[in-house]
């Protein structure tokens, strides 16, 4: 979790008693407290760069393309953190190496990129991804614009799931940054209303990515993502989470709603790539890990909410707001 004071600045000195851990509204003891304070950790944090091929169209690909290698080359020497430049793209998701190496990441950057294209509606799907989605796909419907965002949506649940789950048996802290607007929610008026089978597959996804998340120690930040700002009346099911599947959309397993679960930053600012990058790599610097016993689920997706305070004035915390435990 990070910590901050109004200035954005994390403190580096505090201790296990400074903290209260609140689990589905009542009180927690923390058994496990650790201080981990940046690139002179033993194992410090490894720093994931998403570009999204899948969801972002060919002119906004390259803009951010850029702007990856501005932020390489703005420094001298090794990087602070390891770092992996990874590609979602209609072939999967790959990722390359870790490495401190600014001309490797460029190499590597330059070699993930070449002869890339987007997905065919990647261009024209720009509008549908933005509100919590109620609806699933109807196989009857004859617009291919709707399957291609059927496709987009299980596409991108489906490389996020790959790249958390690849951390699980990693025992470092990822930070994995999603470069771009996010996937489509399905909330386009052609969806008709989500069947039961739809809302069990919804939901076995969003505990199947929650958990990877939680299990991986990696905390999702979308940077170039539009304003969550302008949302509706489902504002707190879209961020807080679904208690059941009854509940589940969608817009569920948005690209939005997994970031904030995860601890993790949504930032909106689409003319300093760079600049959000930095911000990201900020909570690498200095943050805190607390862990408790909670009891044995009773069935698949137990939902469990969490909430972390810090006994000083003037200090906010930023970390998992939920999990979903598994018998």
Same mark, same amino acid.
């Given at each position: +979790?990070?910590?901050?004071?109004?200035?954005?600045? &994390?403190?580096?000195?505090?201790?296990?008693?400074?903290?209260?851990?609140?689990?589905?509204?009542?009180?927690?003891?923390?058994?496990?407290?650790?201080?981990?304070?940046?690139? &002179?950790?033993?194992?410090?944090?490894?720093?994931?760069?998403?570009?999204?091929?899948?969801?972002?169209?060919?002119?906004?690909?390259?803009?951010?393309?850029?702007?990856?290698?501005?932020?390489?080359?703005?420094?001298?020497?090794?990087?602070?953190?390891? +770092?992996?430049?990874?590609?979602?793209?209609?072939?999967?998701?790959?990722?390359?190496?870790?490495?401190?190496?600014?001309?490797?990441?460029?190499?590597?950057?330059?070699?993930?990129?070449?002869?890339?294209?987007?997905?065919?509606?990647?261009?024209?799907?720009?509008?549908?991804?933005?509100?919590?989605?109620?609806?699933?796909?109807?196989?009857?419907?004859?617009?291919?614009?709707?399957?291609?965002?059927?496709?987009?949506?299980?596409?991108?649940?489906?490389?996020?799931?790959?790249?958390?789950?690849?951390?699980?048996?990693?025992?470092?802290?990822?930070?994995?940054?999603?470069?771009?607007?996010?996937?489509?929610?399905?909330?386009?008026?052609?969806?008709?209303?989500?069947?039961?089978?739809?809302?069990? &597959?919804?939901?076995?996804?969003?505990?199947?990515?929650?958990?990877?998340?939680?299990?991986?120690?990696?905390?999702?930040?979308?940077?170039?993502?539009?304003?969550?700002?302008?949302?509706?009346?489902?504002?707190?099911?879209?961020?807080?989470?679904?208690?059941?599947?009854?509940?589940?959309?969608?817009?569920?397993?948005?690209?939005?709603?997994?970031?904030?679960?995860?601890?993790?930053?949504?930032?909106?600012?689409?003319?300093?790539?760079?600049?959000?990058?930095?911000?990201?790599?900020?909570?690498?610097?200095?943050?805190?890990?607390?862990?408790?016993?909670?009891?044995?689920?009773?069935?698949?997706?137990?939902?469990?909410?969490?909430?972390?305070?810090?006994?000083?004035?003037?200090?906010?915390?930023?970390?998992?707001?939920?999990?979903?435990?598994?018998?």
């Amino acid at each position: +979790m990070y910590v901050s004071d109004a200035s954005g600045k &994390s403190p580096t000195d505090l201790k296990q008693t400074d903290f209260t851990l609140i689990e589905d509204h009542q009180l927690r003891k923390v058994e496990g407290f650790r201080s981990v304070q940046g690139s &002179s950790a033993i194992a410090p944090a490894h720093i994931i760069l998403v570009l999204d091929a899948v969801n972002n169209p060919s002119r906004k690909l390259g803009y951010f393309q850029r702007e990856i290698e501005k932020y390489l080359r703005q420094g001298d020497g090794p990087l602070a953190y390891p +770092m992996s430049i990874a590609l979602s793209s209609n072939s999967g998701v790959s990722v390359g190496l870790p490495s401190r190496d600014r001309s490797a990441l460029l190499q590597e950057l330059k070699a993930l990129t070449d002869n890339l294209h987007t997905i065919g509606c990647a261009e024209a799907a720009e509008d549908e991804r933005y509100l919590p989605g109620h609806n699933g796909l109807s196989p009857l419907d004859p617009n291919p614009r709707l399957d291609c965002l059927n496709h987009h949506f299980n596409a991108s649940v489906k490389a996020l799931a790959s790249l958390a789950q690849q951390q699980v048996d990693v025992p470092v802290r990822v930070i994995l940054v999603w470069i771009g607007q996010g996937w489509p929610l399905l909330s386009n008026n052609g969806f008709v209303p989500d069947t039961p089978s739809v809302k069990r &597959s919804f939901f076995h996804d969003l505990v199947e990515v929650s958990s990877a998340l939680m299990e991986g120690q990696v905390t999702l930040d979308a940077i170039a993502s539009p304003s969550a700002e302008s949302r509706n009346a489902h504002d707190r099911a879209f961020f807080d989470g679904v208690p059941d599947q009854s509940q589940v959309t969608a817009g569920s397993l948005g690209l939005h709603p997994l970031a904030h679960q995860s601890g993790g930053q949504i930032l909106t600012n689409t003319k300093d790539i760079a600049g959000e990058i930095d911000a990201c790599l900020a909570d690498a610097k200095s943050y805190y890990v607390l862990s408790f016993d909670s009891p044995p689920a009773t069935a698949f997706g137990e939902y469990h909410s969490i909430q972390v305070k810090v006994d000083k004035p003037g200090l906010t915390v930023r970390t998992n707001t939920l999990y979903y435990a598994e018998p």
